[in-house]
């Protein structure tokens, strides 16, 4: 048991090192695009007709704080988001990121985590179907169906129902809510719009999960099915399900702990191009927005932190998971016996 | 009985390679996919000689934009002709079309398929690296060819139509699965190395060295590709040349995409090294490469081919998702990302339909690529003995 603990708090120091690892590297990010944030805000407010000059921007760097060191910024801004939760200001529309993300963040994380559920609710059962199944046809076209969800990319799948919502519905199923609810207050009637609209997010973004999971499942099932532990238990008269559950599917269930994590990130990398598609409200639209248009360095900075942050945390959990579940790592993790 | 016993004879004698690849093209599905790539691998590097024009801006069809696509046919209504042919079309706008520019059908004017025929330029083994400083200029001539597969004398000929431009799409499509595939097969064979190195160090030797790799996988890993390949490729000056920009991103996409494979090398490795034979590897004082080249290596190779025949249409799509969000390849450079892009405007669905050609190629491409990823690793499983 103290073992375990250790392995825990290991594991948990582990993922705070990491995460200062991946804080570095963003922030990194942040300084390698073109330009700083004094120059690009004033760079707009010039647009806007004021009259702008270096001194400006040195003035708005001094104020910014970006004259001091490389380290003492990453320093600060670290602080900042650890001790304060505070991400700043954003570059160009000087808000405060807070306040510009609010619950959009959590709303992208409720549709992606929705999303990979979905994807191992119909992966592990197909999977297995797939794996195990004696008539040849009925495990190739599972296979068909899942590959296309790899092969098709999912911005083309949203822009399809979009099309097809367009022409039989006349309502192009964008955006996260409908009209009247975009700025209300969180009601029974918005959470009931939202959900009316949510599912096409997250169909879109777990039907690509889903063709992933269903490999992974199958191939593991297929791997183990053949070792001698599965034939020695069919000799000794285990059959059929029982069989299967008992042996294969909890020994294959060990890597897909361990991928569950990935399978977040994948999702959340698919994220911001089908928010454009489907013009969500939600982070990962503003992330594109941060980078492809405004380049606000600053908020997508947040973003990217905040989506890390999360899989490492899904990481740090699936790996202590895997270490109860599967005794062969649980022994590697407590020593000989 | 004498059949059989020699085919015993040959079952026990066949290496590995030949019993993997009698397993291989005995599955039906893996079959139909391999020759499927195989065939866009052939066409896509002969996308010079069967292309009748330029897929770049100076191919382009200035009479011809927007064009549906012309499909040579043996018969019309005038009669039966040995030689295929395509009928001429002509610009025309006025007031019954409402302004709009279409094209008229003229069927009394064939225009006769020509084969072999002399066209525009195109080389192979050219290459003109163009790196920061003159010392390391170099260029390659090359071989020049003109000869194409068919064409016709006067006008056009457009298997898939015309873009916005007047570039022939089909053209572009061929040298789009050229680039794509070129981008990716840099970009697995960097995340190849990479994870076997990272991960089977990590997975063989456990402790705090597995506690450094894992922690470097880990943070690699765990940003999200899509916005950290946006953030790398705003990077990236607009004066970089074409080529250069190809690099660039190919090898963004090997050193972002190389911790799944490492990850799952080591979760692997961690299981399978407190294995009997790996401890009798050991003691009969066996060194660390040779436990790992010679038994850890094969325990996995199933993995190892199901993964990186799995990536690459995962870089394909990373490529594409890139390209589409317009921070991928661009313009000049023919991908299939470029493509794509082009063809997911509302106006071109609704009257370009044939800007989705080469989406249609793009996923018979990554649905071969994933058939056959599939069907080798049936194959190269030891345990199944069939």
């Known amino acids: 048991m103290i073992n375990f603990i250790q392995f825990t708090l290991t594991r948990a120091i582990l993922a705070i090192i990491t995460l200062l690892i991946v804080s570095l590297i963003v922030f990194s990010l942040m300084e390698l695009v073109p330009g700083t944030c004094a120059e690009r805000y004033l760079a707009f407010k010039n647009t806007q007709g004021s009259n702008i000059n270096v001194e400006d921007i040195k003035a708005e760097e001094r104020r910014l704080g970006l004259d001091r060191p ?142 992933f999971a269903l490999q992974t499942v199958r ?119 | 009985m004498e059949i059989s016993s020699k085919k015993k004879e040959a079952y026990f004698t066949a290496t590995q390679m030949q019993l993997v690849s009698t397993r291989f093209f005995s599955n039906r599905s893996a079959r139909i996919a391999g020759s499927v790539l195989l065939f866009m691998i052939i066409v896509s590097v002969f996308s010079g000689f069967l292309s009748p024009y330029d897929p770049t801006i100076a191919g382009r069809d200035k009479e011809y934009e927007n064009g549906s ?163 790398l490729s705003a990077f990236a000056p607009d004066t970089w040349s074409s080529e250069l920009r190809f690099f660039f991103i190919a090898s963004l996409l090997g050193f972002i995409s190389w911790p799944t494979l490492a990850r799952r090398v080591r979760t692997h490795l961690l299981t399978e090294r407190s294995q009997e034979y790996i401890l009798a590897a050991q003691l009969c004082g066996a060194s660390s490469t040779h436990i790992i080249i010679r038994h850890l290596l094969p325990s996995f190779t199933s993995y190892i081919i199901v993964d990186l025949v799995i990536s690459f249409p995962y870089m394909l799509l990373s490529e594409t998702a890139l390209s589409f969000i317009g921070l991928g390849l661009r313009e000049p450079v023919n991908s299939l990302g470029v493509l794509l892009q082009n063809a997911t405007k509302a106006d071109v669905l609704l009257n370009y339909q044939w800007y989705f050609l080469p989406v249609l190629f793009l996923i018979i491409l990554i649905l071969s690529f994933v058939f056959v990823g599939d069907g080798l690793r049936d194959a190269a499983d030891p345990h199944k003995n069939k």
């Open chain 2, 69 to 231: 696509p012309q499909m040579p046919m043996f018969w019309d209504e005038n009669g039966f002709s040995l030689r295929p042919f395509i009928h001429t079309k002509t610009k025309y706008r006025g007031a019954d079309t409402n302004f709009r520019w279409v094209y008229k059908i003229d069927t009394e004017k064939r225009r006769y398929v020509q084969f072999f025929v002399k066209g525009w330029k195109y080389k192979y083994f050219a290459y003109s690296i163009n790196l920061p400083g003159k010392n390391l200029d170099f260029r390659i001539p090359g071989f020049t060819f003109d000869r194409h597969l068919f064409g016709v004398d006067t006008g056009g000929i457009h298997l898939f139509g015309t873009d916005k431009a007047g570039k022939d799409l089909f053209g572009r499509t061929l040298s789009a699965i050229y680039i794509s595939l070129a981008v990716g097969t840099l970009g697995v064979f960097i995340s190849f190395v990479l994870s076997l190195i990272i991960g089977g160090i990590g997975g063989y030797y456990g402790g705090w060295i597995d506690g450094v790799c894992q922690m470097f996988t880990d943070a690699v890993r765990t940003i999200p590709p899509v916005p950290l390949f946006m953030c």
């Open chain 1, 219 to 337: 191939a593991l099932i297929l791997d183990e099915n053949d070792k001698l532990y599965v034939m020695a238990a069919r000799a000794r008269g285990i059959s059929g399900m029982k069989l299967l559950w008992r042996y294969p599917a909890k020994h294959s269930l060990g890597p897909v702990i361990n991928s569950l994590g990935f399978d977040l990130n994948r999702i959340f990398s698919a994220l911001p191009v089908v928010a454009l598609i489907l013009i969500l409200t939600e982070a990962g639209a503003l992330l594109i927005e941060a980078l492809a248009r405004s380049n606000d360095q600053q908020l997508a900075g947040a973003i990217i932190f905040l989506l890390t942050a999360t899989i490492i945390f899904v990481n740090f959990v699936t790996d202590v998971l895997l270490a109860i579940m599967d005794p062969r790592i649980r022994k590697g993790v407590m020593g000989g016996n």
């Open chain 1, 70 to 211: 490389f380290p003492v910024r990453f320093g600060t801004w670290l602080k900042n988001i650890i001790v304060d939760r505070d991400f700043g200001d954003s570059c160009i529309l000087r808000v405060s990121i807070n306040e510009l993300l609010k619950d959009r963040f959590y709303m992208s994380l409720a549709i992606c985590i929705t999303a990979l559920l979905f994807s191992y609710l119909i992966a592990i059962p197909v999977g297995i179907i797939s794996a195990t199944t004696k008539y040849a046809s009925l495990d190739n076209v599972l296979k068909f169906i899942s590959y296309l969800g790899i092969a098709l990319p999912n911005f083309l799948i949203a822009l399809c129902i979009m099309l097809f919502m367009t022409i039989y519905y006349g309502d192009t199923m964008t955006g996260l809510f409908s009209e009247e609810f975009q700025r209300a207050p969180w009601s029974a009637a918005r959470v009931r719009d939202f959900l009316s609209r949510v599912w096409l997010p997250i169909f879109v973004l777990g039907w690509n999960a889903t063709a």
